[in-house]
Protein backbone atom coordinates (compact mmCIF):
# COMPACT_ATOMS: atom_id res chain seq x y z
CA UNK A 1 0.00 0.00 0.00
CA UNK A 2 1.25 4.15 -0.26
CA UNK A 3 0.84 4.30 3.68
CA UNK A 4 4.16 4.55 4.75
CA UNK A 5 5.19 4.31 8.77
CA UNK A 6 1.37 5.77 10.88
CA UNK A 7 2.43 5.80 13.92
CA UNK A 8 -0.50 5.37 16.72
CA UNK A 9 0.28 6.72 19.84
CA UNK A 10 -1.54 5.21 23.00
CA UNK A 11 -0.71 4.69 26.64
CA UNK A 12 0.80 1.73 27.68
CA UNK A 13 -2.09 0.78 29.55
CA UNK A 14 -4.02 0.38 26.12
CA UNK A 15 -1.28 -1.35 24.24
CA UNK A 16 1.08 1.31 23.86
CA UNK A 17 2.12 3.45 20.46
CA UNK A 18 2.46 1.08 17.76
CA UNK A 19 4.12 1.86 14.40
CA UNK A 20 2.12 0.57 11.13
CA UNK A 21 4.64 0.18 7.99
CA UNK A 22 1.73 -0.45 5.81
CA UNK A 23 -1.42 -0.22 4.95
CA UNK A 24 -2.20 -4.02 4.69
CA UNK A 25 -0.58 -4.06 8.08
CA UNK A 26 -2.65 -1.52 9.61
CA UNK A 27 -5.71 -3.24 8.27
CA UNK A 28 -5.05 -6.51 9.74
CA UNK A 29 -4.95 -4.79 13.09
CA UNK A 30 -8.22 -2.82 12.61
CA UNK A 31 -9.98 -5.89 11.57
CA UNK A 32 -8.20 -7.93 14.40
CA UNK A 33 -10.13 -5.45 16.94
CA UNK A 34 -6.31 -4.38 18.27
CA UNK A 35 -6.78 -1.03 16.86
CA UNK A 36 -9.42 1.32 18.38
CA UNK A 37 -11.41 3.48 16.14
CA UNK A 38 -10.52 6.48 17.72
CA UNK A 39 -6.96 5.87 17.63
CA UNK A 40 -7.00 4.93 14.64
CA UNK A 41 -8.72 8.15 13.87
CA UNK A 42 -6.54 10.54 16.33
CA UNK A 43 -3.67 8.77 14.39
CA UNK A 44 -4.85 9.93 10.78
CA UNK A 45 -5.84 13.48 12.13
CA UNK A 46 -2.09 14.01 13.35
CA UNK A 47 -0.63 12.62 10.01
CA UNK A 48 -3.13 14.86 8.21
CA UNK A 49 -1.87 17.77 10.15
CA UNK A 50 1.43 16.81 9.53
CA UNK A 51 1.13 16.41 5.84
CA UNK A 52 -1.21 19.72 5.72
CA UNK A 53 1.76 21.73 7.62
CA UNK A 54 3.71 22.98 5.24
CA UNK A 55 0.89 24.02 2.87
CA UNK A 56 -0.11 25.94 5.80
CA UNK A 57 2.96 28.13 6.39
CA UNK A 58 3.42 28.80 3.58
CA UNK A 59 -0.02 30.70 2.87
CA UNK A 60 1.09 32.56 6.29
CA UNK A 61 3.49 34.54 4.51
CA UNK A 62 2.40 38.33 3.39
CA UNK A 63 2.50 37.34 -0.55
CA UNK A 64 0.10 34.53 -0.42
CA UNK A 65 -1.94 36.80 2.35
CA UNK A 66 -2.29 39.66 -0.29
CA UNK A 67 -3.21 36.73 -2.77
CA UNK A 68 -5.90 35.65 -0.54
CA UNK A 69 -7.57 39.22 0.53
CA UNK A 70 -7.26 40.28 -3.72
CA UNK A 71 -9.34 36.91 -4.48
CA UNK A 72 -11.96 36.91 -2.02
CA UNK A 73 -12.78 40.82 -2.29
CA UNK A 74 -16.51 41.52 -2.28
CA UNK A 75 -18.11 42.22 -5.64
CA UNK A 76 -17.65 45.87 -6.98
CA UNK A 77 -20.52 48.27 -6.84
CA UNK A 78 -22.97 47.54 -10.20
CA UNK A 79 -21.45 44.58 -11.14
CA UNK A 80 -24.05 41.65 -9.39
CA UNK A 81 -26.66 41.10 -11.41
CA UNK A 82 -29.09 39.59 -8.53
CA UNK A 83 -31.82 41.71 -7.72
CA UNK A 84 -31.96 43.11 -11.34
CA UNK A 85 -34.83 41.11 -12.53
CA UNK A 86 -37.17 42.77 -14.98
CA UNK A 87 -40.47 43.47 -13.38
Do not use: C, W
Amino acid sequence: GALVGLEVVRAERDGGSVVFGDAVELEAAFGAKLLHPLDLKAAIVTAINALLLPIREQFESKEMQELIDGAYEGPREGSSKAGSGAG
